[in-house]
Every structure is written in C-alpha cells, then in structure tokens.
T-cell receptor
C-alpha cells in the first residue's frame, strides 16, 4: 500500500467552485507539504506544516488554504477556483531529520474550466 | 536568494551515459538531492549528497559536486529506456527548515 495517498486523482471543476484535495500518510511523519507543478516550472510550495498545530505559507499561498486535521492528514482547499489554478498538485511528507528527504503522493490533476 | 537551475531537456541513446547538470546559488546548502519523476507519478528520491562530499556513487548513478562552482551533476551509466523521466535537482540550507528548493526539472528522453 502507498505511504502517501491523495484523493481525488483527477478533478474537473468550474470557475468559482470550492475544491478540497486530501492527503493521508502512514509514514508517521510530522511534516507535510503541498506543492503545485506546472510544466516547465518545477515545483512551487503552497503550504507546509511541521506538526498538527503548525501551518506555514509557502511561495504561492494566495487563493489556497489548508487544514491539518491530524498528524496523518493534510488537506488543501481552493475556496473559489480559477482557471490559472489548473495544475498538478502534490502532497509530500518528511521526517524531522536534517536530511530532509521528502516522500511524495501520486498527485492530483486539477482542471478548472 | 535561493535559485536552482537546470536545463529542461536531454536526449540520449540507449546504452550511452547521461549527464544531467544543475547549478545552485546558495553557498550554505547542506544537502543536494536528485529526485526522479516517472510519468503519472510523484517525485521519488534517487540519491543525495551532503555538501562536504565531492562524489557519491550508487550502482549506475554517480553524483559529482563542485562547491566552488556551485555545480551538481548526475551521471547515469548505461542509460535504459526505463530511465526516461523528469529529474529534479534540489537543495536545502544549513540552519534553515531543510525544506528543499527544487529546480524546474530535466526531461530525459532515452531512444533506441
């Protein structure tokens, strides 16, 4: 079974709709992250959380919000989706060590029409 | 500020060696990473090197670090079609949160 899972895997929605992307992990990690990937732009950090009571903005948090419901769960919301939020979204986790290796989920492909 | 640069595409013939290059700007980098992303999947760590090392080898993979030039490379020996993927270089900084900063990724295309 996958250690980091994301639901849904694909979603098509319309401008103005509220969307929630969910992430669960069984690695027992405290740190969780949400990234956005656009072709040719690499990964951009949206939000990250170092434990259940900790939420931090990343490079591109505008238009997004997150909730850390438990150590194992971290969800990303788009309150009012717009077409330029069409992208591939990844959740990742890491341990607390200096090495910083991240473990990624399979991604959610979101299309906003 | 932090910046990680890598070329967007590399095409090689099966059986040849591939060399993917990366430059970074932050001199206080602690760890430098290579991640691989296969089609339809998330990123997976291939290998990493600590900034006090010059080289690391792991089977077909060789990582070279030139700290003076802030240059990192990944060499894949005997490249196979299964190596076709996007390869991301990333760095994390001393005294920081150890969140990696990623480059834009290099698409490696391996043709027969």
């Amino acid at each position: 079974d996958a250690d980091v899972t994301q639901t849904p895997r694909n979603r098509i929605t319309k401008t103005g709709k509220r969307i929630m992307l969910e992430c669960s992990q069984t690695k027992g990690h405290d740190r969780m992250y949400w990234y956005r990937q656009d072709p040719g732009l690499g990964l951009q950090l949206i939000y990250y959380s170092f434990d259940v009571k900790d939420i931090n903005k990343g490079e591109i948090s505008d238009g997004y919000s997150v909730s850390r419901q438990a150590q194992a769960k971290f969800s990303l919301s788009l309150e009012s989706a717009i077409p330029n939020q069409t992208a591939l979204y990844f959740c990742a986790t890491s341990g607390n060590g200096r090495q910083g290796e991240q473990f990624f989920g399979p991604g959610t492909r979101l299309t906003v029409l | 500020g932090e910046d990680v640069e890598q070329s967007l595409f590399l095409s090689v013939r099966e059986g040849d060696s591939s060399v993917i290059n990366c430059t970074y700007t932050d001199s206080s980098s602690t760890y430098l990473y290579w991640y691989k992303q296969e089609p339809g999947a998330g990123l997976q760590l291939l290998t990493y090197i600590f900034s006090n090392m010059d080289m690391k080898q792991d089977q077909r993979l060789t990582v070279l670090l030139n700290k003076k030039d802030k240059h990192l490379s990944l060499r894949i020996a005997d490249t196979q079609t299964g190596d076709s993927a996007i390869y991301f270089c990333a760095e994390s900084m001393t005294g920081g949160s150890y969140i990696p900063t990623f480059g834009r990724g290099t698409s490696l295309i391996v043709h027969p």
